[in-house]
């Protein structure tokens, strides 16, 4: 089977659009670009010989343990140290690795754009490089790789043994399967110390530099407006209060950010003990709380999950969301949902790929806007509206809740956003 005439075809027209872009255009433009590069893999495929790509799809994980390795090494980081390129022999007497062993890693990742490779076994950064370098993509690494990965590969076995019933229950998925443990993933990672670690610093990076809610959604017009002081967001599950940081960062210094305001960030004990008290601004105040347990900050403006339910199924978002719309305040509490929300046809490659990260980590799931609004809605919610960003990152999910005797309007029904 080769390349078929309808392929190139397709491949010539896929160029032309490519060539008919405007390179200045595309700098400030997410969505241009995120387009172009869905184009441009449709380009890949489109010229690539079938039985090559999928044959090539076999040996893919060897770019993924050429990484990991070089992590370990700490090669990116060195290559980035010397600007005029470094060589393989250099590299060997840095790290005490065999020379030949590190130009085989590194010729892999400079193959496939991770690095360059200047003149003969002589390596030099790219931009690609030095964010590889950068510590929360180091942890990265190590986290997925060691954890997530060593189960993914276990999967065919397990759903062959559960007779290709996706696992649900957090004590009894793949971490467990594949690592011989019961406890359920949070309480595997607090017994391993320096990859709870790797974790959370990677925690905030999953994505990569996609866009956060609060550089599109109206957080002025739907938040600060309408706020009546006190506790004006609640991050549940925050980790290490990456985000709320982020956002205070953002908007915090402007005219309209009520100097009252209270962030509160919650997580497990032993996460938020790790958190070094000068990290974090002023208004940021650190809860312990367990999410399985009533929430104790009672009418906060907003109750933010980043990436929280996507690593439950849905019959533990439920009690996660209902202690959630028993603390928020009808009609003024706003609960905002920051997760990917898949189409129901046509997922990207990063979307669909999340969702079996999901089922891999602790039984959860990637969710479309029909499977967002029906775990809402049966945990009590109404109002249920959609944004997502233009750059194939997360979304948001907002949603509200009723009083005691109060109906849900037909115009609580709507969507918006793009
Ligand atoms: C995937 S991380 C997301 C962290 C952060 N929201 C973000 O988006 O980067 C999930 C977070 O949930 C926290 N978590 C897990 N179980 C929890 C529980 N029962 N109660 C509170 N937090 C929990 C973890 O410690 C972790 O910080």
New binding site residues.
């Given amino acids: 089977m080769s390349t078929t005439e309808q392929d190139l075809q397709h491949a010539t027209t896929l160029l032309s659009k490519l060539q008919a872009t405007d390179a200045k255009a595309l700098e400030n433009d997410s969505a241009a670009r995120h387009e172009l590069l869905q184009l441009s893999r449709n380009l890949t495929a489109a010229l690539e010989n079938p039985v090559d790509r999928a044959t090539d799809l076999v040996f893919k994980p060897y770019t993924t343990v050429a990484a990991r390795i070089a992590v370990d090494l700490n090669l990116f980081q060195h290559i980035c140290d010397h600007v005029d390129g470094i060589t393989s022999q250099k590299l060997a007497e840095l790290t005490g690795a065999d020379e030949v062993l590190i130009t085989r890693i590194l010729r892999l990742l400079a193959a496939t754009a991770h690095l360059s490779e200047s003149s003969t076994n002589t390596w030099t950064a790219n931009p690609t490089t030095h964010a590889l370098a950068s510590p929360p993509v180091a942890a990265g690494h190590r986290f997925v790789y060691d954890i997530l990965v060593t189960a993914a590969l276990r999967t065919p076995t397990y759903l062959h043994e559960s007779h290709y019933i996706a696992p649900t229950a957090p004590t009894d998925g793949l971490i467990q399967y594949a690592h011989q443990t019961k406890l359920p993933i949070?309480d595997y990672l607090a017994t391993k110390p320096s990859l709870l670690a790797d974790f959370?610093l990677f925690?905030?990076h999953?994505l990569g530099a996609r866009s956060a809610w609060h550089d599109w959604y109206d957080v002025e017009g739907r938040i600060l407006n309408g706020f009546s002081g006190g506790d004006l967001v609640v991050?549940?599950?925050?980790?290490k209060g990456?985000?709320l940081a982020a956002l205070w960062a953002t908007h915090g210094q402007h005219a309209a950010w009520p100097s009252s305001a209270r962030l509160v960030l919650?997580?497990?004990p032993q996460?938020l003990s790790a958190i070094p008290p000068s990290m974090l601004p002023a208004p940021i105040t650190l809860t312990p709380?367990?999410?399985?347990t009533p929430q104790p900050v009672r009418g906060a403006r907003v109750y933010l999950?980043?990436?929280?339910l996507h690593?439950w199924a849905d019959s533990y978002c439920h009690t996660i969301l209902t202690h959630l719309r028993e603390a928020m305040a009808p009609g003024y509490s706003k609960l905002l949902i920051?997760e990917l929300v898949l189409p129901d046809e046509g997922a990207s490659e990063l979307q669909a790929r999340f969702d079996l990260v999901m089922m891999t980590f602790n039984g959860g799931m990637e969710r479309t806007r029909g499977q967002w609004r029906g775990l809402l809605e049966g945990a009590g919610f109404c109002k249920v509206r959609f944004w997502e960003g233009d750059d194939g990152g997360d979304g948001l999910v907002e949603a509200e809740v009723v009083g005691r005797g109060e109906t849900v309007e037909k115009e609580t029904e709507t969507e918006i956003g793009v």
Avoid: P
């Fill in positions: 949070f959370n925690m905030g999953t991050d549940v599950g925050g980790g990456h985000d919650q997580d497990l996460v709380y367990d999410f399985f999950l980043h990436h929280i690593d920051h």
